[in-house]
């Protein structure tokens, strides 16, 4: 969505769903503290007003459909639309995930907040209850300084994923490659040098070649022949000289 709005940090699908309400009075906010068997969950209008104290949700499909009942029925006793009733609550753990993509899934607008800015609406920093984190929730919430956008779910979520855990596998692949030239640089110093040897580093061949019984020694001693048609094989094609560290080796 567009920003229309100089703070970046507020959610432009909360500002809108409070400008389209047109009243905040007309707007219902409904926080949830997130736990792994029941969350917790009050009702609030736009200005803050407690339309219903904290009651207990079960984390299960039963707790969902009890708790959309609720925020329906409380919608129709307020005059509240329920397009303009939206959920919210802390940074989603594994164990909520299921509850809050069904909320979503049933066309519900589900927030999330920054946990650490939410602790900072307390009324009381050192204590934690689920009263107090409720009001955290709350307040970041009816300040709009939260996360609606679709990368939290579908495929924006899978995108997300997918390249977090490539990150981690090119870190995990930079890792092994630099205990491998720590090994090759005693074996045969200078082969994983493309400038040296004419083979570019973790290719086919290159790999081919450490895979086996591999030493300078032992890459000599093969018949240069039959090594120059292993290597185009595997798509190598060289004119210049292999191996330098060990003596003059050319295709």
């Known amino acids: 969505?567009?920003?229309?709005?100089?703070?970046?940090?507020?959610?432009?699908?909360?500002?809108?769903?409070?400008?389209?309400?047109?009243?905040?009075?007309?707007?219902?906010?409904?926080?949830?503290?997130?736990?792994?068997?029941?969350h917790v969950v009050m009702f609030c209008n736009g200005y803050g007003d407690i339309l219903r104290k904290p009651f207990s949700v079960k984390n299960s499909p039963e707790g969902i459909k009890y708790l959309a009942e609720q925020v329906a029925r409380s919608c129709r006793h307020r005059g509240i639309n329920p397009n303009h009733a939206f959920f919210g609550g802390e940074d989603v753990n594994a164990y909520a995930e299921n509850f809050?993509?069904?909320?979503?899934?049933?066309?519900?607008?589900?927030?999330?907040?920054?946990?650490?800015d939410a602790k900072k609406q307390r009324a009381n920093l050192q204590a934690s209850t689920d009263r107090l984190d409720l009001m955290g929730i709350a307040t970041m919430l009816l300040n709009c300084r939260a996360n609606c956008c679709p990368a939290q779910s579908g495929r924006y979520r899978n995108l997300r994923t997918l390249v977090r855990h490539r990150r981690k596998l090119v870190v995990m692949s930079t890792e092994?490659?630099?205990?491998?030239?720590?090994?090759?640089?005693?074996l045969f110093p200078g082969f994983l040098d493309e400038k040296k040897s004419g083979i570019v580093p973790f290719t086919r061949s290159s790999l081919y070649l450490m895979e086996n019984r591999f030493s300078a020694k032992q890459i000599r001693r093969r018949r240069r022949q039959k090594l120059i048609e292993i290597l185009k094989r595997f798509g190598c094609y060289l004119n210049y000289c292999l191996a330098p560290a060990v003596g003059t080796f050319i295709f």
């Open 176 to 186: 092994v490659k630099n205990r491998i030239h720590g090994v090759v640089d005693r």
């Open 1 to 38: 969505m567009k920003r229309r709005n100089i703070y970046q940090n507020r959610s432009q699908e909360l500002l809108s769903l409070f400008e389209e309400a047109g009243n905040s009075a007309k707007v219902m906010c409904v926080p949830i503290d997130f736990a792994k068997k029941d």
């Open 100 to 116: 809050v993509n069904t909320l979503r899934s049933k066309g519900w607008l589900v927030a999330g907040v920054n946990a650490h």
